[in-house]
């Protein structure tokens, strides 16, 4: 009553009201879905109290706070909308026991419908949509050896860059000054009423804003080098780890892996499509060359160095021509997860 806390009608809560708030586990951030049947999901929504807090809640209103089911958590929830109807696709836990005792567990994913209850869309097994996201991965995959002469090659590359990249900014710096004195030269005259208030607004409105823009294309010239050396650091990586990523057990990189590989994921008879970002393609091709060079070595009777694979790549000039005239791709921001 002090808060005149209300529902959203406007009316004051009754007692069963109250009491139901504080034995929603949702506050702690989980959540049954559908109700009443025993699957528990982790949300995407920022808890407002700790699981322990909860439980304390919970015996001081006499109930057992861990009389509960199971919350299961999985990676891809939250990343994909149905194709068919455009509602979000989830995933839930069965359990089969077989009458000779043994008991098995699988994992689907499938369209919640909470918009179309008609959505014709079916389930599909966290293995076949686990195997489609390799499959894409397997597009972009690098050895080590690779990984390691790419990112050399970036790095050198940017030295290069760099030389001439001082070279612009000095120019900036030096129309900025420019467009400073002018400035200042622009206030005395109004102040020796050598112009008129209308002629001075009009040509500072012009310099201000070449002002603004010579300082953004200082910050950007300055940045754009370090950013592109990072992104392509960053989809390298990708491409090298995503593999045993996605095998393992943890679920934050899982996702991360896959909103990395691109946007507007939907799901669709089955069929995972995804709108591929620039940055993919680019490792793609550059991929594909890097087996047709391993495959031109044949088969050698001794071990291959790291130099012999660096010398090999270096002779590829699409290789080259590919990681070149793409660089700038690899700045490309992708769609948050």
């Known amino acids: 009553n002090k808060w005149h806390f209300r529902t959203a009608n406007g009316k004051k809560l009754g007692k069963s009201s109250i009491y139901n708030l504080f034995i929603r586990p949702f506050y702690y951030g989980i959540f049954e879905y559908p109700l009443n049947s025993g699957n528990w999901h982790k949300g995407i929504h920022e808890p407002m109290i700790t699981e322990t807090e909860y439980d304390r809640i919970q015996t001081l209103l006499g109930r057992d706070g861990k009389q509960r089911s199971k919350t299961h958590e999985f990676a891809f929830t939250g990343m994909m909308r149905c194709g068919e109807c455009g509602c979000m696709i989830t995933a ?89 004195t002018k400035i200042d030269a622009l206030i005395d005259m109004r102040a ?21 823009r010579l300082e953004e294309l200082m910050t950007d010239t300055g940045d754009s080098i370090d950013k592109r050396l990072k992104r392509a650091e960053e989809f390298f990586d990708l491409a090298l780890n995503a593999r045993e990523i996605l095998k393992g057990d943890n679920l934050d990189e899982q996702r991360k892996t896959l909103a990395k590989l691109g946007s507007n994921l939907t799901l669709k008879d089955k069929i995972l499509n995804i709108s591929i970002e620039k940055p993919i393609l680019v490792l793609e091709s550059v991929a594909k060359e890097e087996r047709i060079t391993r495959r031109r070595l044949g088969p050698i009777k001794k071990r291959l160095t790291q130099r012999d694979f660096e010398y090999a790549y270096s002779q590829n000039p699409r290789m080259l021509r590919g990681l070149d005239s793409n660089q700038d791709d690899m700045i490309q921001s992708h769609v948050s997860y």
Do not use: V
């Not at 098995?104 to 014709?120: F, Q």
């Not at 020796?192 to 603004?212: C, P, V």
């Open 92 to 180: 839930e836990e069965k359990t089969k026991h077989q009458k000779n005792g043994n008991t098995h567990h699988y994992t689907y994913y499938r369209c919640t419908k909470k918009k179309e209850l008609h959505c014709s869309q079916q389930y599909i097994a966290k293995k076949k949509l686990e195997e489609q996201i390799l499959n894409r991965i397997k597009k972009i995959e690098i050895p080590p050896q690779f990984h390691e002469w790419a990112l050399k090659w970036m790095r050198k590359q940017n030295e290069k860059d760099a030389a001439f990249t001082t070279h612009i900014i000095s120019n900036h710096q030096n129309a900025y000054k420019e467009c400073i």
């Open 192 to 212: 020796a009423k050598e112009i008129t208030a209308d002629e001075f607004q009009r040509r500072k409105s012009g310099l201000a804003k070449d002002k603004i």
